[in-house]
């Protein structure tokens, strides 16, 4: 009784914040139509993990019209000058939304993909670290950068935090980080909170 109270309560203050920056809001049924258009995979890439696989979101066109829809109202009065996205499931939404609000797109790489040269954030992993790098002139084409920073899923908030990092070390404002999907349970959010704001499609409790 007191977990539907406060689900309700989450989705009343998700829709009040919404409609105070006039975005589309995705009802409660399409948010369920796109949860249930991922697939999990139990197990993957190792026992215990249950893997969010948005392979098959990509694959529903009403689906993927829907999600991208929904965002690119939700950033069109941002004034945002670029999309930056994660390595690489970033990559998919991060382009296709850029191109849709008509500005650049950035991408975010592990180490040593980036041809050029490189700023770079270490960050830790349940077992040592990983590595994020942006180009270090990737936003040099415009005087005062807006950022929007977008990857599948947070989870424990390591990868969006580097990443985050990044764009305000090469001169950039990182606006919101946005997500598909919040792995709600591992709140990655409130540390990635203290660095820009935060907004997922989707709560996974
Ligand atoms: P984290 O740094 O812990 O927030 O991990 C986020 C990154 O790892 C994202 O780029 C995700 O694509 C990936 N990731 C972490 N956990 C999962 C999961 N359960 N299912 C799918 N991708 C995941």
Do not use: W
Request: glycine share 8%.
């Amino acid at each position: 009784m007191a977990t539907l109270a406060a689900k309700a309560l989450k989705l009343a203050s998700f829709e009040a914040e919404n409609l105070k920056g006039n975005f589309m809001i995705l009802t409660l049924e399409e948010k369920t139509f796109l949860n249930h258009s991922i697939r999990d995979i139990p197990d993957f890439p190792k026992p215990g993990i249950v893997f969010k696989d948005i392979t098959t979101l990509l694959s529903n066109k009403e689906a993927y019209s829907l999600l991208m829809k929904h965002l690119h109202e939700r950033y069109s009065s941002y004034g945002l000058t670029h999309v930056a996205g994660i390595d690489a499931r970033g990559f998919i939404f991060g382009a296709a939304l850029a191109q849709m609000l008509g500005i650049g797109f950035i991408p975010i790489r592990k180490k040593g993909k980036l041809p050029y040269t490189t700023v770079s954030e270490k960050y830790s992993l349940e077992y040592g670290f990983d590595e994020v790098e942006i180009h270090i002139d990737a936003f040099s084409s415009v005087e005062k950068p807006k950022v929007l920073l977008i990857d599948d899923l947070i989870a424990t908030g390591g990868t969006a935090y580097a990443a985050t990092n990044l764009i305000n070390k090469v001169g950039a404002q990182c606006i919101e980080a946005c997500f598909i999907l919040g792995l709600d349970f591992l709140d990655g959010q409130s540390k990635l909170k203290t660095l820009t704001p935060v907004y997922t499609v989707i709560g996974v409790e």
